[in-house]
């Protein structure tokens, strides 16, 4: 059912925790149904040096967040916003199609995360001029 990928990233989860001080902060999820993703950014000169994530779900949304913390890490804020949930799903060799919402959550995040970037810094960050974290609520399955 889930691909030996999706097990290691769900069992051995990558850039787990928090950073103090970041950079951006994005959380999305629906409380309702327990999928909750919080990433945390450190930038400098525009790339993305560190991330880190909080996730509360199912194993699913830790593998997806796990995956795409590590697609992000090392790029530079413009590569970063254009990860979609496709690339996630991608890397992670495939989700069950009811577990899909759970990649969409993740690149949500990040882009909740960049958009909190640019505010902080008053920069623009091309593909988030239309993007409003509090229209970005993730539907349960």
């Known amino acids: 059912m889930y691909t030996e990928t999706v097990m290691d990233h769900f069992k051995n989860p990558r850039n787990v925790g928090n950073i103090e001080n970041a950079d951006g902060v994005g959380q999305v999820g629906n409380a309702k149904c327990g999928d909750i993703m919080k990433i945390y950014l450190k930038i400098n000169d525009d790339i993305i040096e560190d991330v880190k994530f ?6 699913s949304a830790i593998a997806s967040s796990s995956m795409a913390t590590e697609l992000i890490k090392g790029k530079n804020i413009n590569e970063a916003v254009e990860l979609s949930n496709k ?16 990649s969409v959550l ?8 960049l958009y909190d970037y640019a505010q902080r810094t008053n920069k623009v960050i091309k593909g988030l001029e239309n993007f409003n974290p509090e229209e970005e609520e993730h539907s349960c399955h």
């Open 87 to 102: 690339a996630v799903v991608e890397a992670l060799g495939g989700l069950p199609p009811v577990k899909v919402h759970c």
């Open 54 to 59: 909080e996730t509360f779900g199912c194993g």
């Open 106 to 113: 993740a690149e949500q995040a990040i882009k909740s995360a």
